[in-house]
């Protein structure tokens, strides 16, 4: 059974840092392309950042964008988002998940696996 389990999320002060970890199951993880969304109360899921099989294509919201960097282990099945520098606004349930393609892709609608959803908290 394909399962994407999301950790590391916590709370933290304005400007300090986390990393979150998702560890895949039950897929071929290399023929997929990982992302992070977050959702915050109120709004709708948003892209945070993907990557590619290879790594070598890493597209990033604008948002947080030199904050927050993608990787991912492939021989781990494993993706992380390190977050720098996190301000109240990034306070939000962040979501991995993964697409069965070579490209990543930014749209919630092309991801079709999702971990279950890890808390961060931002405060000032």
């Known amino acids: 059974q394909v399962q994407l389990v999301d950790t590391g999320g916590g709370m933290v002060q304005a400007g300090g840092s986390l990393r979150l970890s998702c560890v895949a199951s039950?897929?071929?993880?290399?023929?997929?392309?990982m992302g992070w969304f977050r959702q915050a109360p109120g709004k709708e899921r948003e892209f945070v950042a993907a990557?590619?099989?290879?790594?070598?294509?890493?597209p990033y919201a604008d948002a947080v964008k030199g904050r927050f960097t993608i990787s991912r282990e492939n021989t781990k099945n494993t993706v992380y988002l390190q977050m720098n520098s996190l301000k109240p606004e990034d306070t939000a349930v962040y979501y991995c998940?993964?697409?069965?393609?070579?490209?990543?892709?930014?749209?919630?609608?092309?991801?079709?696996?999702w971990g279950q959803g890890t808390q961060v908290t931002v405060s000032a």
């Open positions: 998940a993964g697409a069965r393609r070579f490209y990543p892709t930014t749209a919630v609608s092309q991801y079709n696996a």
């Open positions: 990557i590619s099989w290879s790594s070598n294509t890493t």
């Open positions: 039950g897929l071929n993880f290399e023929n997929y392309v």
